[in-house]
């Protein structure tokens, strides 16, 4: 049903206007003196046939086919309808039943409106003696047209109405019919989308699940470790330098594990292979791609760039990506972004400041980060993790990202001052801070 539907509401006007055309040429063969041009309603057919076979491709050239017919007859330039031909006026109302099937809301409105005008030209073309004088139906009124439209006019009106009302009545059924089933349609890929989007965020709810409590459990024992073997450093200056190097190789052991725990945590793909892991040279990349987004980005690096370990690369390089990302979405086209790497302190100092768009309440930082989906907390997680810190806000008429993450851990030396108090907490286990503090205090030294 639906494949006919389909072809009527494309060339249904065409083939109509076609068989309209061919049925008024049978029934009139033997009233046109062997001659279509000879017969008087040949004009009025075409001009008629014409509006139907445009009522569904353009509804307003079909008004006009109409209205060219009615202001031609008005001003005596195309005859009078006759009294065997004069039902060629109800070709209009067939096409507004293809217009108020096919044309949009606003047109169907108007081509109702315009019907409504033409039923009443119609009628007076009809009943006028000056023009139809009845055409069979009612006997001319030579003295004027007054009485006739009084006595007859409301009547003949109606009925050229009704004949709209029934040709409209199809039309819009029809549409009914084909929105309803597009409608159908649209529920269920939607349902159906719903359910696929359901069990996706099931499994992903599950495998974040799983990923956090691994990540958990790896993060608290090595920042633990990393917090011992420093603690124990500290607390031992008097140990041969094996010792306390050994001590320090521990604790810088166990905050690269931790990095790189995070790292293969995220990079593992459903069909378990590890995806490759971006670099701080995968940068110059990224930003030339989001400039081909329309962003304006004015990248600086100031001192000596520094070799990061690779887990920390990572987090740089998805820190840019979503500071990058979050201010083509809330800024918009033409955005501009200002990103500096400062190499001169004792780690790289990243500086993002972007443009905040009109109605951005919550800045660009404040959004789903595009790949774990956390957003702020997300990116703040990722400088923990790479030993740093993160911090993030508004500033006037721009959102500024700050990130610090330092170079890697200094050499064991027995001669450091370190605060004895601290260390003996980290080393005895009292006053644990929670996993958080945990990680932070750890990959601060590293």
């Known amino acids: 049903m639906e494949p006919v539907l389909n072809f009527a509401r494309r060339w249904g006007a065409p083939v109509a206007a076609v068989i309209f055309f061919s049925l008024w040429s049978v029934a009139e063969a033997g009233r046109m003196g062997g001659s279509f041009l000879a017969w008087p309603g040949n004009w009025a057919l075409i001009l008629m046939a014409l509006a139907l076979a445009s009522a569904a491709w353009n509804p307003a050239v079909s008004l006009g086919f109409t209205a060219a017919l009615l202001a031609g007859q008005l001003s005596h330039s195309i005859p009078m309808m006759a009294s065997t031909h004069w039902a060629i006026y109800i070709g209009s109302f067939i096409a507004l039943g293809f217009t108020l099937w096919t044309a949009p809301h606003r047109m169907r409105y108007i081509a109702a409106g315009a019907n409504l005008v033409f039923a009443a030209i119609m009628t007076f073309l009809i009943l006028s003696w000056r023009y139809g004088g009845g055409v069979g139906w009612y006997a001319p009124v030579y003295y004027g047209d007054r009485p006739t439209l009084l006595a007859y006019g409301w009547q003949l009106f109606a009925f050229l109405l009704l004949i709209a009302a029934a040709c409209a009545a199809v039309g819009l059924l029809l549409a009914l019919y084909q929105e309803r089933g597009n409608l159908f349609r649209a529920r269920e890929l939607a349902q159906s989308s719903l359910k696929e989007t359901e069990i996706d965020l099931v499994v992903e709810q599950e495998r974040t699940r799983i990923a956090r409590d691994l990540h958990d459990a790896l993060a608290h024992s090595l920042a ?29 052991s166990a905050r690269s594990a931790l990095v790189d725990a995070q790292r293969v945590i995220e990079g593992v793909r459903d069909d378990g292979m590890v995806t490759p892991q971006p670099r701080l040279s995968d940068i110059k990349a990224l930003i030339d791609g989001m400039q081909r987004g329309s962003l304006k980005i004015r990248f600086s690096e100031s001192g000596t760039p520094v070799e990061l370990s690779t887990g920390q690369q990572v987090a740089v390089f998805r820190i840019v990506q979503e500071c990058l990302t979050n201010a ?100 005895t286990g009292t006053g644990l801070p929670r996993l958080e503090a945990a990680e932070q205090g750890a990959d601060g030294r590293g």
């Open 328 to 427: 083509l979405k809330h800024g918009g086209r033409g955005t501009d972004v200002r990103i500096h790497f400062d190499w001169t302190g004792p780690g790289l100092t990243l500086h993002a400041a972007s443009a905040t768009g009109p109605g951005d309440q919550e800045g660009p930082g404040n959004t789903a980060a595009p790949r774990i989906g956390r957003g702020l907390p997300g990116m703040r997680e990722r400088a923990h993790l790479a030993g740093g810190w993160l911090t993030a806000g508004p500033d006037g008429d721009h959102f500024r990202v700050t990130v610090f993450i330092p170079f890697g851990s200094r050499e064991a030396n027995p001669e450091d001052d370190a605060a004895p108090s601290a260390a003996k907490q980290l080393l």
């Open 224 to 252: 633990v470790i990393a917090a011992q073997a420093d603690g124990t450093r500290y607390l031992s200056k008097d140990q041969p330098p094996a010792v306390l190097n050994a001590l320090d190789t521990i604790a810088r």
